[in-house]
């Protein structure tokens, strides 16, 4: 379970960022999260509750925000939506998709104290 691995960084993350901005507790967390990124919604809360105990960020509330995955075909020019990787182009069906959006895992807003 990858969750628990990204879970326990994220945790780190957020201490370095208390220290540097100087704020003692996590109260809500709103992570971006793309199809190709890999994570599983219910897998990702409990690891968050799991990594999350002891540190500032325990009893915090995660919201994950899911973004859409875009993709333009190189060969043929054509726009797609994704939802995994090596997919082929639904118009030409080449496999030479280049992903413009879709692989985020990132932090975009966090309530703390």
């Not at 809360?45 to 009893?59: H, I, Y």
């Amino acid at each position: 379970m990858h969750e628990l691995s990204l879970c326990r960084s994220l945790i780190e993350l957020l201490q370095e960022q208390a220290e540097q901005h100087r704020f003692t507790r996590v109260k809500q967390l709103w992570l971006e999260v793309g199809p190709l990124a890999a994570v599983v919604p219910e897998a990702m809360q409990f690891a968050f509750e799991a990594a999350s105990r002891g540190s500032l960020a325990e009893g915090a509330r995660l919201h994950l925000v899911e973004l859409p995955g875009e993709a333009h075909c190189q060969a043929c020019g054509f726009e797609t939506s994704i939802s995994q990787w090596y997919q082929a182009c639904p118009r030409c069906g080449e496999y030479q998709l280049k992903v413009l959006s879709g692989d985020e895992l990132q932090i975009r807003e966090l309530e703390v104290e």
